[in-house]
């Protein structure tokens, strides 16, 4: 590959280095950290709960949530970057893995412009 999909490895190490030094790698065992990922996920949801469609493209740059989105967007990628390290996954190849993947599971030529799951796809 060119270039990394998803560059992690200094997240990674600092992840791993902030949490060996305060003894927390104790507690990030792959179940907890999809947890922590959810209940970080679930932050997020609650910012954009209420929102309309065109108040949610805002989210990032109004004033009133802009703080809220990037700290919370940050944990979701932070959890996430440590739960693939603990669990020893390259996370540019399993995303360039699933890209692929996703590319095949729905072609342009029928995918274009509809929101239908691969598998009810009108086929040729």
């Known amino acids: 590959m060119e270039h990394p999909l998803v560059e992690v490895q200094?997240?990674?190490?600092?992840?791993?280095e902030f949490a060996e030094a305060r003894d927390w790698a104790q507690f990030h065992s792959?179940?907890?950290?999809?947890?922590?990922?959810?209940?970080e996920v679930?932050?997020?949801?609650?910012?954009f709960q209420w929102m309309t469609e065109a108040d949610s493209f805002?989210?990032?740059?109004?004033?009133?949530t802009a703080n809220?989105?990037?700290?919370?967007?940050?944990?979701?990628?932070l959890y996430l970057i440590r739960l693939s390290d603990v669990?020893?996954?390259?996370?540019?190849e399993a995303v360039s893995s699933k890209l692929a993947t996703n590319a095949a599971k729905y072609p342009v030529d029928l995918s274009r412009g509809v929101?239908?799951?691969?598998?009810?796809l009108a086929q040729p």
């Open 30 to 39: 792959p179940k907890n950290l999809v947890m922590a990922l959810s209940g």
């Open 68 to 77: 809220a989105v990037r700290d919370e967007i940050a944990d979701v990628a």
């Open 115 to 120: 929101s239908t799951k691969y598998n009810k």
């Open 10 to 16: 200094g997240a990674a190490q600092a992840l791993k």
């Open 58 to 64: 805002k989210a990032a740059s109004s004033e009133a």
């Open 42 to 47: 679930g932050e997020l949801n609650e910012i």
């Open 87 to 92: 669990l020893g996954i390259d996370l540019n």
